[in-house]
Antibody, heavy 119, light 113 residues
Framework: HVQLQESGPGLVKPSGTLSLTCAVS?????????WTWVRQPPGKGLEWIGE???????NYNPSLKSRVTISVDKSKSQFSLKLNSVTAADTAIYYC????????????WGLGTLVSVSS | DIVMTQSPDSLAVSLGERATINCKSS????????????LAWYQQKPGQPPKLLIY???TRESGVPDRFSGSGSGTDFTLTISSLQPEDVAVYHC?????????FGQGTKVEIK
């Protein structure tokens, strides 16, 4: 089973840029899956941020679209999230996930990383 | 956006009894060309990422115990745990993947009575 692992700073200053990377191991990133970012504020529900295909095609949540960029680096078998102009409302556990083939339900998840926005 | 609404927000069920969680979408997630409902269910335990239980509204993911079942079509869906076990204590989320943005229900917390 493919494994996903998020990495990046756990603390970002307000108005700064949140940058996370998801490393894909035990499998290829160049498959017919979508690679996704989902976040969860502490004690709250899940919010889909966006997704990318290995070709670079992306879909973003309109509520975040003006601030989000998702990219893929096939040579490093990883994909990344950048969220700019962050505020305290962006404090959350950020998960990367893989879609189940033929769907955009998510069958494989990273453990998640908590990113706090604070000065 | 397609809004997903789960009910109840929480429920307490005795061990061995049935637990039923409902999920309603603000518009149909049934794709007429393939007659599939673009609806998934997840289980999330404290400190863990969500785990996929059900997709296509009623297809159990590999390795998921058969006490978990999904049903429904169009806008109304149900996740049933036929005989609650201690390890089933968790928050359960529904998710539609019919359209972007993919959206989740608010979650239903299942506890032991």
């Amino acid at each position: 089973h493919v494994q996903l692992q998020e990495s990046g700073p756990g603390l970002v200053k307000p108005s700064g840029t949140l940058s996370l990377t998801c490393a894909v191991s035990a499998g290829s990133i160049s498959t017919d899956n979508w690679w996704t970012w989902v976040r969860q504020p502490p004690g709250k529900g899940l919010e889909w941020i966006g997704e990318i295909y290995h070709s670079g095609i992306t879909n973003y949540n309109p509520s975040l679209k003006s601030r989000v960029t998702i990219s893929v680096d096939k040579s490093k078998s990883q994909f990344s999230l950048k969220l700019n102009s962050v505020t305290a409302a962006d404090t959350a556990i950020y998960y990367c996930a893989r879609s189940l083939l033929g769907t955009t339900a998510f069958d494989c998840w990273g453990l998640g990383t908590l990113v706090s926005v604070s000065s | 956006d397609i809004v997903m609404t789960q009910s109840p927000d929480s429920l307490a069920v005795s061990l061995g009894e049935r637990a039923t969680i409902n999920c309603k979408s603000s518009q149909s997630v049934l794709y007429s060309s393939n007659n599939k409902n673009y609806l998934a269910w997840y289980q999330q335990k404290p400190g863990q990422p969500p785990k996929l239980l059900i997709y296509w509204a009623s297809t159990r993911e590999s390795g998921v115990p058969d006490r978990f079942s999904g049903s429904g079509s169009g806008t109304d869906f149900t996740l049933t745990i036929s005989s609650l076990q201690p390890e089933d204590v968790a928050v359960y989320h529904c998710q539609q993947y019919y359209a972007t943005p993919r959206t989740f229900g608010q979650g239903t917390k299942v506890e032991i009575k």
